[in-house]
């Protein structure tokens, strides 16, 4: 299944129904870590009762968590073969009652690294422990599970490397372009304008050179975050290479375009300090008719804008020459 690109979720469910059908009267949950806020989140328990489910929901790791919180805090296993008088279950024995259930078996979900992930757990409705056969079945199911989850966070790290800018996290050229072309070939929007900004920082190599390499960066980073911020969640960024970035937006009509020009202009265009250092951009855009999109194609609109973008830069190369 993981050869042939099952998806997560599908994966997950089918192990736990392939370990329940082994065990044949236990009930099974695959819970994930959050490692910012170290709580454990329920990724699949189809045969868990929903009140149960919620009540454990976000539950904190620690040594004395119930089955899967003490697993996890714990690095191994934990067998509760009777919640009732366990005292790690002090908290979540009523609910427990409520759930009718009377055991927990809870492993680790450790990947290759020994990075913690979660835990994989199975309940019964009576008390019982595990025989040397069902723990090796459950330790076997929480290692399968470790690997799905591995198999599935690489390939994000892959399309996160492939589609996004390490620095910016703004969408890199390619996927950009992608973007613009969906646009384009997307005829049944009904945004009256589409719009392409492009937008380069003036005076970029200047201020490397003055202020290192590493303020460089700082002033890319603060640039990608201000244009996410003024393209409220319906634009798409981009940082085409070195110090341009573009930001692709659609609009009503040309009242609420020159909104967000003008909102460009001062928030980036004459509005950048970092670290008291006052840094500018130049922008140019292109602003075309839904009706006419597709009379173009990507490269002429993204040459239209970055015409427009370099008239606006030696605009600003004249009035830095006058004010000398």
């Known amino acids: 299944m993981l050869a042939l690109g099952q998806e997560k979720e599908e994966m997950l469910e089918q192990l736990i129904d392939v370990t329940e059908n082994i065990y044949t009267d236990r009930l099974t949950s695959i819970m994930l870590l959050n490692p910012k806020t170290d709580t454990l989140h329920c990724a699949c328990a189809p045969s868990l009762p929903e009140c149960y489910n919620k009540a454990i929901e976000g539950i904190h790791i620690g040594p004395t968590v119930g089955s899967c ?27 427990a009652s409520r759930a009718n259930l009377s055991s927990c078996w809870s492993v680790p ?71 613009l072309q969906q646009e384009v070939d997307d005829y049944n929007k009904h945004d009256d304008y589409v719009a392409l900004f492009y937008i380069d920082i003036n005076n970029f190599k200047t201020i490397n050179d003055q202020y290192g390499h590493a303020f460089g960066d700082l002033v890319l980073v603060e640039t990608a975050k201000r244009l996410n911020k003024l393209s409220c969640d319906t634009g798409v960024v981009g940082r085409l290479g070195g110090d341009e970035f573009a930001l692709l937006s659609t609009f009503k009509d040309k009242n609420a375009f020159r909104r967000q020009h003008n909102q460009l202009l001062n ?43 370099y008239e606006a830069k030696q605009r600003h190369k004249r009035k830095l020459m006058a004010s000398c």
């Open 267 to 309: 928030d980036i265009g004459g509005g950048l300090t970092i670290d008291n250092v006052n840094c500018s951009a130049s922008i140019g855009y292109t602003l075309i008719q839904r009706c006419d999109i597709d009379e173009y194609d990507i490269h002429s609109l993204l040459c239209l804008a970055d015409s427009d973008m």
């Open 109 to 179: 979900i450790l990947s290759s690294k020994n990075k913690l992930l979660g835990t994989f757990a199975t309940y019964s409705r009576k008390p019982s422990s595990p025989s040397p056969f069902e723990l090796e079945i459950l330790e076997m199911a929480a290692s399968v599970c470790a690997v799905t989850l591995e198999k599935y966070e690489i390939e994000e790290e892959l399309m996160q490397s492939a589609t996004y800018d390490f620095l910016t996290n703004a969408y890199n050229r390619r996927a950009f372009c992608q973007k």
């Open 69 to 95: 919180g003490a697993a996890a805090y714990h690095r191994q296993k934990v067998i509760t073969e009777n919640i009732d008088t366990h005292s790690n279950w002090a908290h979540f024995k009523a609910i």
